[in-house]
Nanobody, 121 residues
Framework: QVQLRESGGGSVQAGGSLRLSCVTSGYDFSRYCMGWFRQAPGQQRETVARIDPQGSTYYEDFVQGRFTISQNAAKDTLYLQMNNLKPEDTALYLC???????????????WGPGTQVTVSS
């Protein structure tokens, strides 16, 4: 059974940093693509960053070099380092995983419950 669980969210002031973690189980971590997504109240879920098993990454434009996605296969854990946070980054952040034989742009079927990030001005 595939399971994902995020942690590391919290409340910070603008300009601050947070490091999100997503601990996974139930599948071969080294064979799946993973991603971070976020959803603010009343808005659609959006991609933040994606990573494939080889470590190739993709970031949405709004990240603007502030966030870094990484993974540790030995710990079955995905990370998102977020620096220079802005109030508009406030959202529920979710990690997702799935097999990706056709590349990084996969429709993820496995999701964690999310961790809340709140950035105050």
């Amino acid at each position: 059974q595939v399971q994902l669980r995020e942690s590391g969210g919290g409340s910070v002031q603008a300009g601050g940093s947070l490091r999100l973690s997503c601990v996974t189980s139930g599948y071969d971590f080294s064979r799946y693509c993973m991603g971070w997504f976020r959803q603010a109240p009343g808005q659609q879920r959006e991609t933040v960053a994606r990573i494939d098993p080889q470590g190739s990454t993709y970031y949405e434009d709004f990240v603007q070099g502030r966030f870094t996605i990484s993974q540790n296969a030995a710990k079955d854990t995905l990370y998102l380092q977020m620096n220079n946070l802005k109030p508009e980054d406030t959202a529920l952040y979710l990690c997702a995983a799935d097999s990706c034989p056709d590349g990084i742009w996969v429709d993820y079927n496995y999701w964690g419950p999310g961790t809340q990030v709140t950035v105050s001005s």
